[in-house]
Structures are given as C-alpha cells and as structure tokens.
T-cell receptor, first 115, second 112 residues
Framework: SAVISQKPSRDICQRGTSLTIQCQVD?????MFWYRQQPGQSLTLIAT?????????ESGFVIDKFPISRPNLTFSTLTVSNMSPEDSSIYLC????????????FGQGTRLTVV | QKEVEQNSGPLSVPEGAIASLNCTYS??????FFWYRQYSGKSPELIMF????GDKEDGRFTAQLNKASQYVSLLIRDSQPSDSATYLC????????????FGAGTRLAVHP
C-alpha cells in the first residue's frame, strides 16, 4: 500500500489563528479524504478532497472553516481556520486507489491543541 | 443515515484467549466491511476487509460477516498483549469507495 506523509505531527495554536496540514502520498491515489478524531472518539469524515476542484463536505463541515486543496493526485492540504478550543482534535488524511474493496490507508495524523 | 455500532468496551481477555469483537450496521445495501486497529496515539491500520458472507481468515484474525443479520465480527485467536488497542469497524458510504463511516471502536485489553 502507499505511504502518506502528514505534517505537522502536532501543534499548539492560539485561538483565532489558522493551521494548514499537509499530506503527501508516495504514489498517485484516486481518492483522498480528511477525517477528524476528537478526544476519546472515533473518526468522523470531514470531506473528500477532489483533484482540481472544490472539496465535497459532509454534514456539519463547511468550506469556510475547513478549506481543502488538492492540486494533484499525490498532495492535499486541510486548513483549520479561525480556531477555537473545540477544534482540538486529531486530523487524519486518508488515501485509496478508489476501487471497491481496497484498502484505505492513513497518514500519521496531526494532533492539534488550541489554547 | 448510515450507522455503525460497536460496544466501546473495554473488552478484557487473558493472554492466549480468543477475543471477539462485534459490529452491527444499519444499511442493508452495504457491500464491504473493514476492520482497523488503532494503537493509542497512532493512526488506524487495516487488519482485514470482508465482503462475502461467511468467514475470512488471515493468520490469527478471522472476520465473520452475516449480511442477513447486518452483523460483522472480528475474532483474534491466541490474543497477545500487543493486540491491546482500539478496533474500529468501518463501512463505506453508499457509492463512495472507501469513504468510510467508522464505529465508535472497541477497546481491547489483553492481560498476561
């Protein structure tokens, strides 16, 4: 399976600021996704990062708060904007070849703390 | 709205025993099912996936699927302390290959 390098691995940020998280895949993947994992919780899908077009957001997530870019098939960014303590979570990117019944693999995650 | 349900645990088993992890899902149209393992502070890693009714075995792990009952399970034979982790059941969104809905996860503790 492909390897996703995600950075930063962790950060502590002031409320009201923004943080951009990057994911680089070592091979082309059809689909990339961004998830959030709040403390003690499971993973919740934020959005699908579409190559060359606007991301597709899940219910409860909006572009103004979580702008996403995907300029090519191996790279994507997620920005957490105007942060508040409620945004403190682990953010994970995921990639998949996009065919049915194949593995979705994850980056190492970014542990974000907003103070 | 699709739902994936798991008992959050913790499930505590002695070393060498069989650990049984269960998952139910709400969408009868679901076709494939994934089990991920997540160690504390780490990202999820795929253990197995299954899409046919019955059992699928891989080493010490067996996934069992019963679509009529909307039930999927993961059995871990000869449990080891290194198996202690949270196990996440995941089901793809309708029509979205590997855009996954995750259950809450079951925390497994294997004690010596």
């Amino acid at each position: 399976s492909a390897v996703i390098s995600q950075k930063p691995s962790r950060d502590i940020c002031q409320r009201g600021t923004s943080l951009t998280i990057q994911c680089q895949v070592d091979s082309q993947v059809t689909m990339m996704f961004w998830y959030r994992q709040q403390p003690g919780q499971s993973l919740t899908l934020i959005a699908t990062a579409n190559q060359g077009s606007e991301a597709t957001y899940e219910s409860g997530f909006v572009i103004d708060k979580f702008p996403i870019s995907r300029p090519n098939l191996t790279f994507s960014t997620l920005t957490v904007s105007n942060m508040s303590p409620e945004d403190s979570s682990i953010y994970l990117c995921s990639g998949t070849p996009g065919t049915a019944n194949t593995e979705a693999f994850f980056g190492q995650g970014t542990r974000l703390t907003v103070v | 709205q699709k739902e994936v349900e798991q008992n959050s645990g913790p499930l505590s088993v002695p070393e060498g025993a069989i650990a049984s992890l269960n998952c139910t899902y709400s969408d009868r149209g679901s076709q494939s099912f994934f089990w991920y393992r997540q160690y504390s502070g780490k990202s999820p890693e795929l253990i197995m996936f299954i899409y046919s009714n019955g059992d699928k075995e891989d080493g010490r792990f067996t996934a069992q699927l019963n679509k009529a009952s909307q039930y999927v399970s993961l059995l871990i034979r000869d449990s080891q302390p290194s198996d202690s982790a949270t196990y996440l059941c995941a089901v793809p969104f309708s029509g979205g290959y590997n855009k996954l809905i995750f259950g809450a996860g079951t925390r497994l503790a294997v004690h010596p």
